[in-house]
């Protein structure tokens, strides 16, 4: 008595063996130019925030001290510095996106 093979004489099929599947829509999308454009003057608008928004977290106080001298501090305001790093991050991604949409406009159509 034989038993049929759960799978083709040819072998199993398995997950890397199957083709890659297609969402059906063209890869040249130049429109996405005008997007990675529009990510890139946002992200110098967030990094001139950040700039900004780091200077103004940082204050400098200056105290009398003793014998007419005069002391000096530093105070950092974490508000203003917490600001200024999700600014620049925010424009570090954007960055990023804007280098995969260009990718996108420019790659050639495989039909």
Sequence with gaps: MTTA???PADGPKLDGDAGPERAGGR??????????????????ALVLL??????RGVVTIHLPGPHGTE????RS???WLAGSAI??????????????QV???TRAARD
């Design 50 to 55: 950040a700039w900004w928004a780091w200077g």
């Design 77 to 79: 305001l974490g508000s």
């Design 5 to 7: 093979e759960p799978w």
């Design 87 to 100: 600014a620049a991050t925010t424009a570090g991604l954007l960055l990023i996106d804007a280098t995969r």
């Design 27 to 44: 890869l040249n999308q130049p429109w996405r130019a005008a997007v990675a454009g529009v990510e890139l003057v946002a992200a110098v």
């Design 71 to 74: 002391d000096v501090v530093t």
């Design 103 to 105: 990718g996108l406009a």
